[in-house]
DNA sequence: TGAGACATGTAATCAGTTACATGATTAT
DNA sequence: ATAATCATGTAACTGATTACATGTCTCA
């Protein structure tokens, strides 16, 4: 119900569009968040003007169809951004690499964290620049200041695993220096 | 292929498991990071056996089946360990919820912040006790961290964007108050 | 003998991806 | 004329959920 509640968010905000419209909408500052491309867009409109939460306003040239927000759009949308949803299914790529880590000897690891705090930079830098483009207080503004956080948490959180990685292969290179703990 | 990896790597640090095993150990820790139910588990591991990461090494009462990793399959599973993810999709609803915060009247979007930083808080507990009882260093050590320090941003920007909606919010009552911003 | 845990499966459906397919309009 | 952009679709497939379906073993 994600992709019905993002495309009569869209509608509600900008007014009607065309399905051509709404795929560009979610190529913007929206992919930060969720991403939908025309192949499963198209197919949602029509399901949702079947539905009766959509109605086609204007045909255009090109066999272009605006869609418009009904009542019916307008009640669904507000009761999708109002539920409060308790108990998430957890399915995240990067949580189970976490999980699995140790699986890999510490160097290999290290090496992964390093690049993963490098990609939390890179995408930190990314989300300060569109703040300075699109200022302060826009639209995806919310966001926006989350995914700078977690972000933030996410670089955090590489560099302390590899100092913990670090500081146990250190460990592990010293009992193989002096195996007995004893000098000659 | 996460569902693969989490089960290869299941059986690679518990040893040779049954269906009905795995599926008690996705109701463990692991489901912090990652859910899979026994209607998907059995038939991925019949088509892991066919595609030769696994084979049938034991069968016992009741048809139960145990399942061990073979050399491709340690070789599919440190594979998947190290390769490196680029640009991977987005697709969070807690995110989008962030991104569409602003379609809400101001109390409204308060009350579910409010709700948000109290879940977060639950969350982080319950880690830190799941941490409390498995110990410092135990094997889905990195991911608890992980979460914990995602969780604590989670909370923090709830906070923060409900006191930014109740300085606006202020501001907005102050306006209604005295129109004009004149004294009769 | 009956309850509860053990144990494995299939079918229908939903959300999403990739690839295929078609054609109209506009600007150079 | 032709390339770029506008514009909409469908089909095959993958990963996941929910519901249905079946049967065994153990212990009180």
């Not at 990067?94 to 000897?105: I, V």
């Amino acid at each position: 119900m994600s992709l019905r509640a993002a495309l009569l968010a869209l509608i509600e905000v900008a007014g009607p569009s065309s399905g051509y419209d709404l795929t560009k909408r979610f190529e913007g500052s929206l992919a930060h968040v969720w991403q939908a491309s025309h192949s499963q867009i198209y197919p949602e409109l029509n399901r949702m003007a079947a539905d009766g939460l959509l109605k086609v306003e204007e045909e255009g040239p090109r066999g272009r169809k605006t869609y418009a927000i009904t009542a019916a759009g307008q009640a669904e949308l507000y009761q999708w951004l109002t539920e409060v949803k308790t108990e998430q299914r957890v399915r995240d790529e990067a949580s189970l690499r976490a999980f699995l880590l140790p699986l890999l000897p510490g160097q290999k690891a290290i090496e992964l964290l390093t690049e993963r705090a490098r990609a939390a930079e890179t995408k930190k830098a990314e989300l300060e620049a569109l703040r300075l483009r699109v200022g302060e207080s826009s639209f995806g503004g919310f966001a926006l200041e989350r995914g700078l956080r977690h972000m933030t948490a996410e670089r955090d959180w590489a560099l302390w695993a590899i100092d913990r990685l670090q500081k146990s292969e250190e460990a592990r290179t010293e009992t193989v220096r002096t195996p007995t703990g004893e000098p000659e």
